[in-house]
């Protein structure tokens, strides 16, 4: 089982849709985990952090799902801005492990 | 505030000639990383520094070098260029291991 894994898509959704992505994780030490937006080419930008059990950004939720070992995000009211590339990063021990998912990709059409 | 600074932007190399990446952080971070991102393929660490004065091989060293040369600045050095090395190549900080990381811009490499 890969260290990371999610869904690549592409996820194609209208303006105002709501969606989720999913990401599992294998380790189950992993302590810390990080949601990031990379538009094409660019430096991946920190969307959200998640110690505990979840965290909520406008609009924008993460739940983490210990038992199962997955972390989703989710996302209201898709902007056309909202299109980019979702990276997981679930974090354990040490800064080597520190592991990125390939990412989801998202376009939100008009 | 200028975050994370990488230079140079874009770069194109003959197989076998050699350069280094420079990175510079302003935030105080301690831990400074290098990765790599192949097209369509998610980041890949190749090396990392906890802290000032060490660092460690991460999943893809082989081919760089590094150096923390202070608290604010990691470089990557390529000895001989590779065309398997073409990528582009992210300087990121982060205060600890488990907290987020601040990313540069980027460095476009292409090697021929």
């Known amino acids: 089982r890969k260290e990371v894994e999610q869904d690549p898509g592409p996820f194609n959704v209208p303006e105002g849709a709501t969606v989720a992505f999913n990401c599992t994780y294998s380790?189950?030490?992993?302590?810390?985990f990080f949601w990031y937006r990379q538009d094409c080419r660019k430096e991946p930008k920190l969307l959200m952090s998640?110690?505990?059990s979840g965290n909520e950004d406008g609009r924008f939720t993460a739940q983490l799902n210990r038992a199962s070992q997955y972390i989703s995000l989710l996302i209201r009211d898709s902007k056309l801005s909202d299109s980019a590339t979702y990276l997981c990063v679930p974090g354990f021990g040490s800064a080597r492990q520190l592991t990125f998912g390939s990412g989801t990709q998202l376009t939100v059409l008009p | 505030n200028a975050g994370v600074t990488q230079t140079p932007k874009f770069q194109v190399l003959k197989t076998g000639q050699s350069m280094t990446l420079q990175c510079a952080q302003d935030?105080?971070?301690?831990?400074m990383y290098w990765y790599r991102q192949d097209p369509g393929m998610g980041l890949r660490l190749i090396y990392y520094?906890?802290?000032?004065?060490?660092?460690d091989k991460g999943e893809v060293p082989n081919g760089y070098n590094v150096s923390r040369l202070n608290k604010r600045e990691f470089s990557l050095r390529l000895e001989s260029a590779a065309p398997s090395q073409t990528s582009v190549y992210f300087c990121?900080?982060?205060?600890?291991?488990?907290?987020?990381?601040?990313f540069g811009n980027g460095t476009r490499l292409t090697v021929t």
């Open positions: 935030m105080n971070h301690n831990s």
């Open positions: 520094s906890a802290s000032e004065g060490t660092t």
């Open positions: 998640v110690y505990s």
């Open positions: 380790n189950s030490a992993s302590q810390s």
């Open positions: 990121a900080s982060s205060e600890r291991w488990d907290s987020p990381l601040h």
